[in-house]
């Protein structure tokens, strides 16, 4: 028994008003090559240059124009819920996200680790990392993000025992250019339900994570 479900009603982008939001990127990053200084147009290297950073500046973004990945949410009968769920939590992780920094614009990289304890519902595991990677396609501050990923699991679960969500990234504004520390990662968690009062199940999930 299963339903499709979905969060967050973003409709899909008609492919023409992406077009005209890609050419109008190009047109832009063109400026932003000239003002720099740039020749670019008489540069063999650099002539596709704007329309390459326009392209890629939409796919870092395309969480912002594309629907949710649709999740598969599986309703557990009495007597599963009783023999099956109990307070098992179901680990996920390490789950790669590549994502913007909203400050610099500049690329965010790292992995989450979810856990949760299912109430009646319990979510198709593959469609986990794809909703966090998802929720990654857009600027993003970490601090945020990590609470902003614990939001959404509650919207598409809303009966759950507990969540929690660990994320470790490195920000490249802080590796390529400003204080220029490149072993440094930011480290963010956020819990939510049992995990709160809990601390021996905060404890198994962060053993889990250093596995
Ligand atoms: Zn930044």
Not at 54 to 79: C, W
Not at 94 to 99: D, V
Not at 185 to 198: D, P, R, S, V
């Amino acid at each position: 028994m299963h339903r499709p479900i979905k969060s967050w009603e973003n409709l899909p982008l008609p492919p023409e008003e992406l077009e005209r939001k890609r050419e109008k990127l190009q047109e832009l990053f063109g400026e932003v090559l000239t003002t720099l200084g740039f020749d670019w147009k008489r540069d063999p290297n650099m002539v596709d240059t704007p329309k390459r950073i326009a392209k890629m500046f939409l796919e870092f973004t395309e969480g912002n124009f594309t629907p949710m990945p649709s999740i598969t949410v599986f309703d557990l009968s009495e007597m599963e819920k009783d023999r099956v769920v109990g307070n098992i939590p179901v680990f996920v992780g390490p789950i790669e996200i590549k994502s913007l920094c909203s400050h610099h614009f500049l690329p965010i990289m790292g992995n989450v680790y979810f856990e949760y304890i299912p109430e009646s519902k319990v979510l198709g595991l593959s469609k986990i990392p794809r909703i966090i990677k998802w929720l990654a396609r857009r600027p993003i501050i970490q601090e945020l993000f990590t609470r902003q990923i614990v939001k959404t699991f509650l919207e598409i679960l809303n009966n759950v025992k507990g969540i929690a969500v660990y994320v470790k990234a490195k920000h490249m504004c802080m590796t390529v250019r400003g204080v220029n520390e490149s072993n440094a990662y930011m480290i963010t968690e956020a819990f939510y339900g049992l995990y709160k009062e809990n601390e021996e199940l905060r404890a198994n999930f962060l053993r889990k994570i250093k596995e």
